[in-house]
């Protein structure tokens, strides 16, 4: 870790930085990812197909962009009746928290008049589900199952199959979240087949699920096309530490989130520098035993440290980084995560490990990541819902409000306004 403490030089600008690890990627990654969109748009399956052949070594056309059924089936009878149940257990859990969101709109009654907001759910949403590294049917549950609580009709998956093969485990789990078709495509070509359409493909209205950079940017260019969750980046952890904290839970936190890969970050901020000094050593004993030792070390070279004069400095700090994941060691982490503005999840206390978000409590691990925690929420189902406002006026109300209608619309030099009100009050309430 790359240690700091607060009142010298260097923490002010240790601290921007960090704060700034979302900051977009460089111009190369948008000019590759902006010629695959718009060859994909352009060029339908011949195109998605180029790409996939060139980045995930199998041609769709040949072996079909969509899994079969009977490969889900297949693959859901290879799935271990204790891995099923524990899908199946996760699937409720997230089930359960993401009802509790539920937006009924509202309605609202005035003399003469009715106001309201109708909220209906988009008609097709596309998750995407990263691979090559890992496996990750948590990520398919987390997407799929909230637009299914959402009243989505049509729910299909996109999930990156090196080789054209998708692990059994995701399409067991796609089974089960009542996913209706899962695709064996992967990277920025993906969200170019999911916001434009080809051949094989549909399009969708609202794209969700994390990805790499490149699928990243392809979302923030088809933004607009369709809908997208978020511009979510590398997994990240900040640990909120104080004296009280075990060091060994501290450190097994980190490496969790450090291994998802290379560009994975993480952070301690303590005021104890004992602690400082124990989670380190903790973290070189445990990374020897993990087998992800190559990518653990890439991602704790770029981990940070910030060793804060009281615990006050340290929720400051945090608000500052806005972190994906926020882990808080204290000994009352209930009246610390009082002063805590931005993070995406918070996990309280030595017994809630981020792994359990990640996998069985039920909230969503589709996150805001690089800083976004500052004016973004965690997927939810609200990310799969539209509104529609809704006015009905009756005579009287519109001759009530006529004269105010008409008066704001002529200091903004718009007759044609006013005089559509003064239309209807010329014909006294003539339908």
């Known amino acids: 870790m790359r240690w700091v403490r607060s009142g010298t030089a260097g923490y002010g600008e240790a601290l921007s930085r960090a704060s700034l ?96 907001q109708r909220v209906r759910p988009v008609d097709r949403a596309g998750v995407y589900v990263p691979g090559g590294k890992a496996a990750y049917p948590s990520t398919l549950l987390m997407n799929a199952v909230p637009a299914r609580v959402a009243g989505v009709p049509e729910v299909t998956a996109a999930c990156s199959a090196p080789g054209g093969e998708v692990p059994d485990v995701v399409l067991a789990a796609a089974r089960i979240a009542g996913v209706r078709a899962v695709y064996r495509i992967g990277g920025a070509q993906a969200i170019a087949a999911l916001a434009y359409g080809t051949e094989s493909v549909p399009a969708v209205d609202v794209i969700t699920g994390p990805g790499n950079a490149y699928v990243t940017e392809a979302k923030r260019q088809v933004y607009g096309v369709v809908g997208i969750d978020m511009l979510a980046g590398p997994s990240e952890l900040v640990v909120l530490a104080d004296g009280t904290a075990n060091a060994s839970y501290v450190a097994a936190d980190l490496l969790s989130q450090a291994e998802h890969d290379e560009d994975a970050y993480v952070a301690l901020v303590t005021d104890a520098e004992e602690i400082s000094r124990k989670v380190e050593r903790e973290i070189a004993r445990q990374a020897r035993l993990l087998p992800r030792r190559d990518i653990l070390a890439a991602s704790l070279s770029h981990a940070d440290g910030f060793l804060v004069r009281t615990l006050r400095d340290g929720i400051a700090a945090v608000n500052r980084l806005a972190p994906e994941h926020l882990s808080i060691a204290t000994r009352d982490p209930w009246k610390v995560f009082e002063g805590i503005r931005h993070a995406g999840t918070a996990f309280l206390g030595s017994h809630s490990p981020v792994a359990v978000g990640d996998y069985i409590a039920g909230i969503n691990h589709t996150l805001p990541t690089g800083g976004a925690a500052r004016f973004s929420s965690p997927l939810g189902i609200a990310d799969f819902l539209k509104k529609t406002n809704v006015v009905s006026y009756e005579f009287s109300a519109l001759l009530s409000d006529a004269p105010h209608v008409v008066r704001l619309a002529r200091k903004e030099g718009l007759a044609a306004h006013a005089e559509a009100v003064r239309l209807r009050i010329r014909g006294r309430g003539k339908k």
């Open 21 to 116: 690890r979302g900051a977009a990627e460089g111009a190369k990654v948008s000019a590759v990812v902006s010629e695959i969109v718009a060859r994909v748009r352009e060029g339908g399956d011949a195109a998605l197909a180029g790409y996939t052949r060139k980045f995930d070594r199998f041609d769709p056309l040949k072996k079909g962009f969509a899994v079969s059924r009977k490969e889900i089936d297949a693959a859901w009878r290879r799935t271990s009746p204790a891995l099923k149940r524990s899908l199946s257990l996760a699937a409720e859990r997230i089930e359960d928290f993401h009802r509790r969101q539920a937006d009924k709109g509202f309605g609202i009654s005035l003399p003469g008049a009715t106001l309201g």
